[in-house]
């Protein structure tokens, strides 16, 4: 029998935000990130339809580069808040505005991915395994 409790999902979180642990291939990082808002998906049209202005507005036109950078760029602006459990080689914590800086960075695709995956994880875990958490 499905339970409607299995069908919920967080909107606060969405809107607001929580720490999601990526995933085991992440190791420990954590990523502070809302889910993807209307906020999020009103800026990407937008900045698609300013980048394709010179393609005569035809947004299919747009290079798939283009759309990683303003894919990037939203999320950075709308989506992602924090990181944390992410060290430079030599044990320094990496800041936030260096992770950001590093989510521009080609060489960085797997932080970009993880921001991508924690974002799609928030508002997820359901009532049941919010209530066994709180009593852990």
Known sequence: MAKLSAFKTNSKAINEGDWIKVGDEFDDLEIHTRGFTDAYYDAQAR?????????????????????????????????????????????????????????RDPDYAELLL????????????????LEEAAGN
Not at 78 to 97: I, K, P
Not at 114 to 129: E, I, K, L, M
Request: proline residues 1%.
């Open 47 to 103: 900045r698609q339809r300013r980048a394709a202005i010179p393609l005569n507005g035809d947004v299919s036109k747009l290079s798939n580069a283009q759309r990683r950078a303003i894919n990037t760029e939203v999320l950075i602006e709308h989506v992602v808040l924090g990181v944390r459990n992410l060290h430079h080689d030599d044990g320094r914590e990496v800041t936030f505005a260096e992770f950001q800086d590093m989510l």
């Open 114 to 129: 993880a921001c991508y995956r924690a974002a799609g994880q928030v508002g997820q875990r359901r009532t049941a395994d």
